[in-house]
C-alpha cells in the first residue's frame, strides 16, 4: 500500500516534491493544499488550504513547503495537531526553539513530525555529524555553492533602480585546497566565498552607486569580496533563470599518532528547491514508518535510522548496499 | 560513568581501536584480548583470549579485530554469547549470511551485536542508502583509493623470488570525471582503476618474467593495467611503509525535470586501519545505548540512529550540528 502524502505549498519546494513524489514509487500524492485562488492553477490535485482538516486519516504525511521566515513557524505547528508532518525549518538559530514547540504538540495529539530536512540543516547535518564523531580530533569546514542565494539576490533587488538580480556564492577554491591539505587554517569570511552578482538597473541608474551600495551592504555584502556585473534583463533572463546550488562539508582529523584522515562530502545541484524537496520526500517515507511503530513527537535527521528512508526491505538492503 | 570497551585482537585493527579510544573522553579500555605469548607485549590491558569469560558484565561493547577471511565468521558468533560487539566484517557477499547467525545468537543471549561497521562497508554504504533514497533515480558508483590493497600485495609476495611487495589502487581520474559530469558512463574495470606495484625481489630473480606473471594474474590484476616498479627493500621500507586508503562514492541522479544533480562522498585515509578502527569505536557507543534500551540482535549501520555515534546530547546535536 502507497504512503499517502500530502504537500503544503505550491512554490519552488512544493513544485519539487509534487515531481520527486513521482519519482518514488511508493509514494501517491493525494492533495496539494495552497493559498492561491485555484482557479489560476491547472492542476486536479489543487485543494485550498481552509479544507485541509478534511484530509484527516487520508494523508500519512505533509510535506510542508513554506518558507522559514514567516510561514513555517506558524505552519507546522498548526499542522502538526492533525496530520504528521515533514519540513525543512532552515533557520538554524532558531531549530532548538521550533524543535520544541512541535515535538510538545506532536506528543499531545499524537503526531510524529521531522523539522528541518533538506541539504543544510539536514545532509550537511548528517556529515557533521558522522565526521566529527568517527574522528573527534579535527575540524570540520562547511563552503556553500556555486548556487544562487535567494537572500542575497533579493537584498539586491530592494536598491533603487535596480529591475531584477542574481547573486551567485562562490567557494572560493584555493581556500578549499588549504582545508584539504590538512592544515587546519583559520579562514576569514571574505577568504572562504567570493559572492558574484549579476544586476539589470534602470537606463538612469547610477551605476557606481549602486555597485558601491552592493559591496558595502552590511551582514550582506560588507565582509566580503564581491563582484557586480550589470547586464540586461534578456541576459539575466537566458543565462540566470537556474537555482543551481550545492556545497561542501570537510572535516580533517588526525588519529591519536598524528595521521591525516580527511572525509568530504559534496553536492552539485542543478536545482535546489528540486533537491530539497528529494529528501523531505525520503524523510516523509521514514516519518510514515516510525509512526506506523507508535512514535510521537518530533525527529531530526539524526535520530531516523538510515534503512527508514529507502523503499527497500532491510535484507535486500544489507545484500544490495553493505 | 565511561563506557567500558574491550578490544578482541592486537593487529593493525586493534592498535587502531586502542588508539581511537584514548581519543574519546567517554570510553574505557578495560582489556585487549590476544591470542599472543603476552610475555612479548609490553602493555598492560593485555590479556589471553581464554580468560575472555572472566569479563562478562565488566565490559560493555567488544570491538572485534579480526581478519574477515578466518577470524570474524567464528569470533563473531562466538563472542556475542556473552558481550556485546561491533565488528568490520568485509567479505560483502557473505554479509547477509553473518548477519543471520550472529542475530540470532544476540538474540538468544540478549547481547546487542552490530556488524559489517568500518567505511566500505559501513561508511561507503551509508552514502549509497543517502544517495539512492534522496535521488532514486540516477546511478551510484564507487572508486577505491589512491591506497594500499593488502591482498594483492600478498598476492604479488607469493610469486617466486619476490621478497616483499606493496601494490597501491588509484582511481582513474578521467573517468572520475566523466562520471562527476553526469553522463552516467559505463565504466569497465579497467577504465575505472589502476594498478601500481611496486616489488623488491632476490638479485636472481627473472624481472621479465615476474612482471608479465603480475600482470597476467587472474581475478587480481588481469583486467587492469598494472604498472610494476622493481626497487630495493630499503626503498620500499622508507616510502612505502604507510596504509593510506580512501575513495570515493558518487550518485549522479535527475529530477523528474532533467535536472542534474550530484552528490559526492570522498575518504582520503592516511591510515587505513586506524580509521576503521575509529568507525568501529564510535559505533560501539551506539551498541551501548541501544543495548541500554533493552534491544538485542544484530544491527548495520543502517539501523542506527545517527544521534547515538555522538558523545553529545540530542539538544546539543540540534544546536551545534543542524
Known amino acids: 500500500m502507497s504512503i499517502k502524502i500530502g504537500i503544503v505549498g505550491y512554490g519552488n519546494l512544493g513544485k519539487g516534491a509534487e515531481l520527486a513524489i513521482e519519482q518514488n514509487e511508493d509514494m501517491e500524492l493525494v492533495a496539494i493544499f495552497t493559498r492561491r485562488d485555484l482557479y489560476t492553477l491547472n492542476n486536479s490535485k489543487m485543494v485550498n488550504i481552509s479544507e485541509i482538516e478534511r484530509y484527516k486519516g487520508k494523508i500519512d504525511v505533509m510535506i510542508l513547503c513554506g518558507g522559514s521566515a514567516t510561514d513555517l513557524p506558524k505552519q507546522t505547528p498548526k499542522i502538526a495537531k492533525t496530520f504528521n508532518t515533514v519540513d525543512s525549518f532552515d533557520n538554524h538559530v532558531n531549530i532548538p526553539q521550533h524543535f520544541e514547540k512541535v515535538d510538545k504538540i506532536g506528543k499531545e495529539f499524537e503526531t510524529l513530525n521531522l523539522v528541518s530536512a533538506g541539504w543544510d ?22 563552503f556553500w555553492g556555486e548556487g544562487v542565494s535567494q537572500g542575497h539576490s533579493d537584498a539586491i533587488r530592494r536598491i533603487e533602480d535596480v529591475i531584477d538580480a542574481k547573486q551567485y556564492t562562490i567557494p572560493i577554491e584555493s581556500a578549499l585546497n588549504k582545508v584539504r591539505s590538512g592544515k587546519n587554517p583559520v579562514l576569514t569570511t571574505r ?20 555597485e558601491l551600495e552592493i559591496k558595502n551592504m552590511p551582514n550582506y555584502f560588507d565582509e566580503y569580496d564581491t563582484e557586480v556585473n550589470f547586464i540586461s534583463q534578456k541576459e539575466l533572463d537566458e543565462n540566470h533563470a537556474g537555482m543551481p546550488h550545492g556545497g561542501y562539508v570537510l572535516r580533517t582529523g588526525e588519529s591519536k599518532t598524528g595521521t591525516k584522515q580527511r572525509m568530504e562530502f559534496v553536492l552539485e545541484l542543478g536545482s535546489n528547491p528540486e533537491f530539497t524537496s528529494s529528501v523531505l520526500v525520503a524523510y516523509a517515507r521514514a516519518v510514515k ?13 539524526f535520530d531516523v535510522p538510515l534503512a527508514m528512508l529507502s523503499p527497500k526491505s532491510n535484507a535486500t538492503l544489507r545484500k544490495e548496499l553493505l
Not at 555529524?129 to 570540520?140: F, K, M
Not at 558574484?196 to 538597473?201: A, E, F, R, S, T
Not at 514508518?289 to 535527521?301: A, E, H, K, P, Y
Open 289 to 301: 514508518r516510525i509512526s506506523d511503530n507508535g512514535q510521537t513527537g518530533c525527529l531530526t535527521v
Open 191 to 210: 577568504e572562504k566565498h567570493l559572492r558574484k552578482c549579476y544586476v539589470v538597473v534602470e537606463d538612469k541608474a547610477d551605476k557606481v552607486a549602486i
Open 121 to 142: 540543516p539536514g545532509l550537511f547535518s548528517i556529515y557533521k555529524i558522522l565526521s566529527e564523531s568517527i574522528l573527534p580530533v579535527g575540524n570540520t569546514y562547511s
